[in-house]
């Protein structure tokens, strides 16, 4: 081990490798699952230092855990067995923005919300948006195949990346995809890089797309007495024919939990839609108007438009400061980021708080309705073991439900360490198998991230 | 007692302070930030062991508090890890000989008296009035470090002690710096008091404890906080008037913890509410001076925006006194200006790298005056400024208004 230090110092550089004991701890878990420490961390600055660690691992056979900022919630980069942590926090520049090819080259430790404004800087938009950008990183993004809040109209992280630089088993570089619009040559091997969780190889640059940025944006909320009413009124608006650019729903529990921020905004006992709308100045206003009459046709007890920039402000940072809030109220919560189709929401949000119901739980859901994506959250103290069975209980419900209503266990989060239980739910054997002789074909000496999403 | 350990299982771990973290931002290592920190620190707890890369570890930390600011759990990040170090031993022998110096009146005097000399043998006077450079590297100051010359009469010793005269009973509390080292800053007080027709008692006095107390030597930060006590006895005085934000931030917010289980901790409680930040007490009496336009940059101490009460009121002042304030993007408005006392001494590079940032960002904006109300801000700005050649006057806010 210590040969092995040494020759990791070699190559990032004395600064560069982190291998004291209570320094390892840091790597131990991100922010949800807690595994063990690694042996070591190394901080890579380019390309050639990832090949020579991935080479230098592969002759020790010592697993390599790719780690961005550390926000994921399933365990990806967290370390299950005596592991090399390979922080990409350092590579953190943003190589160029063209701005007329409409791409951007970037390092994977890029801060998400960093990037987007180095971009719209030169007056450009990435709208790939997890409700973690502010902390998390482009080369984490991609490797979870993050989603967010503007998924309705923008789609996921996955669409607006064009090409990846990606060292893989033997140490080489290899480019997948292209820099034009269309490309249909080979497999797309750039979408099977994407939510691989570090499990392929590493990736080291990205070509991301970008799009002008929409000169004006208006926020709505609509308040519903009833979380099922929110529901049904969120596949209404994705029946007509405006698409808005994000529209997260937030049921009572979680309002209560961001009461700090929403102050006297918001009366008591209500579920909200927070709808976003992008575009020209006049586009804008027309959707905002049409969205507003749709929604006041459909129960909604009230519908405002935000009045102004501070009010759209303090009703987005309430929206992202849920998650970490819900720890207020419970120490710990099951936080499941299940999707399901469109028209089947309303099911979705009922059948969970039936489960919740039936076992006894405090529970909050909200989330990026628009997209089918819910936040349902089981909370309860780990301290009381029959809380904690049942909180463990209804996740399990929740997954057959959202599989019986054709949807998926996991839209944005990925499996990692946290969902791998129950990949088989979901899909058949002979997909996993498949998947498996994938991962093979890619890392025949299974030191990239192993044992991770599959059983 | 603050349970520290249920205090660390409040951190989520989303992260969200590697968005602030002035030390993670230049070197971006997990283990710089408060997240990592918690994690080291829940670790030692478990296995009831620092050892001496936890402490060095700990010691990297500016206890700045922006990583409160953006914790949706306000988990109280500077204060564990404060504790910690405290626990862990995290004082060198040296650290806490001189932060025990401080504390006491006598042996201040005497150590600013070895300083001065010292210092003319080993440094060289800069061309202007700025201060000293040091000529040699010591293991805690590089060469080239800016130390200001210590005066050879400094304030204290020429004042103290002296009774208050006029309608009110106040007394000044200088701390160390503005006490021994920039002895312009009690006469500016003294000309601004003059105005409203006060003199200030100043009694004999030392360190608040800050410096010991920050990190870690809780013996020491105990003697200073008792020689305090001795030196401003609640009921005295109508108003106790700190020069320096971060000693008003001392004596508001932590005296009654670091006087736990003393007789004295009841007394420490009830002097908080008598202490003031000086501009917060400036401002609160509707003093202004005029400062007919001039452009300042305002470097406000992580003290005053966390802990002192109505510890952002130096900046309404300003305005309030005519002079146009320099707003920066608010990730620098709000920035550290790397000092943290003895975080400057043991990393002074990073130390100078953070404020760097800042100080670089107030030039820009051409400024006729840089002005702070701490003095350990104040001796890292005056050093940054110093170094990058620019000739721009870095003050202590009192000697601006006082004109």
């Known amino acids: 081990m210590r040969r092995f230090v040494r020759e990791l110092r070699a190559v990032v550089g004395p600064d560069g ?64 067995c005596p592991a ?93 995809g292209t820099r034009t619009r269309k490309g249909v040559v080979g497999y797309d091997l750039t979408r099977l890089f994407i939510g691989s969780e570090g499990t392929l190889g590493v990736i080291t640059e990205l070509t991301l797309r970008l799009i002008p940025k929409p000169k004006a944006k208006a926020t709505l909320l609509a308040l519903f007495d009833e979380l099922s009413q929110a529901g049904a009124a969120t596949v209404a608006v994705l029946r007509s024919n405006i698409t808005p650019a994000a529209m997260e729903l937030m049921d009572q529990t979680a309002l209560a939990a961001v009461q700090d921020h929403i102050g006297d905004l918001l009366p008591p006992n209500v579920c909200v839609l927070l709808i976003e709308v992008d575009g020209d100045a006049d586009e804008v206003a027309k959707q905002a108007n049409g969205i507003r009459e749709l929604l006041q046709g459909v129960n909604a007890r009230e519908v405002r438009v935000a009045n102004n920039a501070q009010e759209t402000q303090r009703l987005w940072s309430a929206r992202r400061a849920i998650s970490p809030a819900l720890y207020e109220m419970r120490a710990q919560k099951f936080s499941e980021d299940v999707t399901v189709p469109i028209s089947r929401i309303v099911d979705l949000i009922v059948g969970a708080t039936k489960i919740a119901q039936q076992h006894k739980l405090v529970h909050a859901s909200y989330g990026h309705a628009g997209d089918g994506n819910m936040h349902v ?79 | 007692m603050t349970d520290w350990a249920a205090e660390l299982r409040r951190c989520v771990r989303c992260g969200a302070c590697r968005e602030v973290c002035p030390v993670f931002d230049l070197t971006r290592l997990e283990t710089d930030v408060a ?32 990583c409160v600011e953006v914790c949706q759990s306000n988990v109280r990040v500077p204060d564990i890890v404060r504790d910690a170090k405290a626990r862990s031993g995290g004082a060198t022998a040296i650290e806490s ?7 006491d009146p006598a042996r201040l005097r005497r150590l600013t008296k070895r300083a001065r000399v010292f210092l003319a043998w080993l440094a060289r006077a800069t061309p202007d009035d700025a201060g000293l450079r040091l000529r040699f590297a010591l293991p805690y100051f590089k060469a080239g470090r800016y130390v200001p010359r210590i005066p050879r009469r400094s304030y204290l010793a020429r004042v103290a002690p002296r009774a208050a005269a006029g309608q009110e009973r106040v007394a000044l509390f200088l701390g160390c710096g503005a006490g021994h080292l920039f002895d312009g800053v009690g006469d500016a007080i003294d000309a601004i008091l003059t105005t409203m027709q006060l003199v200030a008692a100043v009694p004999e006095q030392a360190c608040c404890g800050l410096p010991a107390w920050g990190m870690g030597a809780d013996r020491e ?39 736990a289980g003393d007789r004295r901790a009841d007394q420490a409680a009830r002097i908080a509410d008598n202490v003031h930040d000086f501009f917060a007490w400036l401002r609160k009496r509707n003093w202004r001076a005029d400062l007919g336009g001039q452009r300042i940059a305002v470097h406000l101490p992580c003290h005053a925006r966390h802990d002192v009460r109505d510890g952002e009121a130096l900046i309404p002042l300003l305005i309030e006194s005519g002079a146009t304030v320099i707003e920066l993007p608010d990730a620098l408005d709000q920035a550290c200006c790397g000092m943290g006392g003895a975080f400057g001494v043991r990393h002074a590079e990073l130390s100078r790298a953070i404020g760097e940032k800042k100080v670089q960002a107030m030039l820009r904006e051409r400024p006729d005056v840089i002005v702070t109300s701490c003095t350990g801000c104040l001796l890292q700005l005056r050093d940054l400024v110093e170094r990058s050649g620019a000739r721009v006057r870095v003050c202590h806010a009192a000697e601006l208004l006082a004109g």
């Open chain 2, 35 to 66: 997240r990592g920190r918690l994690a080291r620190i829940e670790q030692c707890d478990q296995m009831d062991r620092f050892v001496t890369a936890d402490r060095d570890a700990l010691s990297r930390c500016l206890q700045c508090g922006r």
């Open chain 1, 84 to 176: 090399l942590v390979l922080d990409l926090s350092r590579m953190n520049r943003i190589l160029r923005i063209d701005e007329n090819e409409l791409l951007a080259d970037a390092q994977p430790g890029v801060v998400t919300g960093e990037f987007q404004a180095a971009v719209e800087k030169v007056g450009l938009f990435y709208p790939p948006d997890p409700a973690s950008a502010a902390t998390s990183t482009l080369g984490g993004n991609a490797a979870t195949g993050a989603g967010g809040l503007r998924a309705v109209k923008y789609g996921v992280t996955a669409d607006w990346i064009a090409s990846l630089e990606v060292v893989v088993a033997d140490g080489q570089t290899i480019r997948t």
């Open chain 2, 97 to 103: 000989s001189v932060a025990g110096a401080l504390g």
């Open chain 1, 377 to 455: 959250n089981f909370l309860y103290d780990a301290d009381n073991p029959d809380e904690t069975r049942r909180a463990d209980t209804a996740r399990e419900e929740l997954f057959r439900l959202t599989l019986s209503l054709g949807g998926t266990i996991s839209g944005e989060h990925g499996v990692g360490v946290a969902k791998r239980p129950f990949i088989a739910w979901e899909q058949g054997p002979a997909l996993l198998d498949l998947q498996r002789r994938l991962k093979r074909a890619f890392d025949p000496l299974n030191i990239f991230n192993p044992g991770k999403i599959f059983p």
């Open chain 1, 17 to 80: 490798v982190l291998d004291e004991p209570g320094a390892l701890v840091a790597f131990a878990a991100d922010s949800k699952v807690r595994g063990m420490a690694p042996v070591a961390v190394a901080l890579p600055t380019t390309t050639v230092q990832v090949q020579d660690i991935v080479r230098l691992c592969g002759r020790e056979r010592t697993p390599i855990i790719p780690r961005g900022a550390g926000t994921g919630t399933v365990g990806g980069a967290v370390p299950e």
């Open chain 2, 221 to 259: 930060a105990r003697i200073a906080a008792a020689n305090w006590l001795e030196a401003f006895v609640p009921g005295d005085y109508d108003a106790i008037l700190c020069a320096c934000a971060s000693c008003a931030a001392h004596l508001q917010r932590n005296l009654p913890e670091v006087l």
